[in-house]
């Protein structure tokens, strides 16, 4: 089975597909990084939590993917290099646990163009909980973005799917659910 990862920054539909995912495809098991809030503000610290997090997700993938159900992750590795691989930490500590932790299979990177941008934050003003007016938001748009040519397997512009989440969440299933 497949290990699909839906990567992006936030706001740009990633738990919304996996919702339409899960609900298409009522077998696969949906995660979630980081399964809970993590509450350091060293950033030492919150790498170390960050990581002692997906070992132990790991164990739940492992076992999905043994009885042949496909996992799809709301986020993974990708994000922790975009939002805390700044530290240097992260290196070390993927080397570190490489032998515990497997890596999705597929990386999907849900991404808008750069000109398209200012259209998506006006689509998430309403949304309390997301950063938007933060000037480090366009900064995580880039990392993703470059990030994103070196890790995903897919790349989706959501300009090219009209922001239509159905139609990205079946691309993704026929890219690697079925």
Same mark, same amino acid.
């Given at each position: ?20 995912? $899960?609900? =298409? ?11 809970? @809030? &993590?509450?350091? !503000?060293?950033?030492? %610290? ?46 070390? $500590?993927? =080397? ?11 990386? @999907? &990177?849900?991404? !808008?163009?750069?000109? %398209? ?48 989440? =159905? ?12």
């Amino acid at each position: 089975m497949t290990y699909i990862a839906l990567e992006g920054i936030d706001g740009i539909g990633k738990s919304t597909i996996c919702q339409i995912l $899960l609900r =298409e495809y009522p077998n696969i098991l949906l995660v979630k990084e980081p399964t809970q @809030v &993590l509450p350091f !503000t060293d950033p030492f %610290a919150r790498a170390i939590a960050h990581y002692a997090d997906r070992v132990n997700l790991m164990r739940e993938i492992k076992q999905a993917l043994a009885t042949n159900r496909s996992v799809v992750s709301d986020r993974c590795y990708l994000s922790t290099l975009v939002y805390q691989g700044h530290t240097g930490v992260f290196k070390y $500590l993927h =080397e570190f646990f490489s032998h515990i932790i497997e890596l999705p299979q597929i990386y @999907v &990177l849900i991404d !808008t163009s750069s000109s %398209a941008y200012e259209s998506h934050v006006e689509r998430m003003k309403g949304r309390n909980d997301l950063p938007i007016d933060h000037p480090e938001y366009l900064e995580l748009m880039y990392k993703y973005e470059k990030l994103g040519k070196s890790y995903a397997t897919v790349i989706i512009d959501l300009n090219d799917f009209n922001h239509d989440v =159905e139609k990205i969440a079946k691309y993704i299933a026929q890219t690697g659910l079925q």
